[in-house]
């Protein structure tokens, strides 16, 4: 598919590194499967993905958790 920040690229699947910040809580996950632009670097998770992504940033904001690095396990 095209990129849709970049609008040149094409996406190719791929990891991506995801960093979400909420209520004082930076979440880092590593190696989360993703559709990545091969120009610009944009990445696109699918929905079951991202469910789980948010899903983990959410527990580490209910845990009032600063800083935190995961590792994606599927």
């Known amino acids: 598919m095209k990129c849709v920040i970049c ?3 094409e996406t190719a699947p791929d990891y991506a590194t995801v960093t979400l ?3 004082g809580t930076v979440i880092i996950i590593k190696e ?3 559709d990545l632009c091969q120009d610009c670097g944009e990445y696109y998770l699918d929905e ?4 789980k992504v948010y899903a983990q940033a959410e527990a580490a ?9 995961l590792k994606y396990v599927a």
């Open 7 to 9: 609008k040149t690229g």
């Open 21 to 23: 910040q909420r209520s």
């Open 32 to 34: 989360v499967p993703a």
């Open 48 to 51: 079951a993905v991202a469910s």
């Open 61 to 69: 904001v209910k845990r009032h958790v600063e800083v935190e690095i």
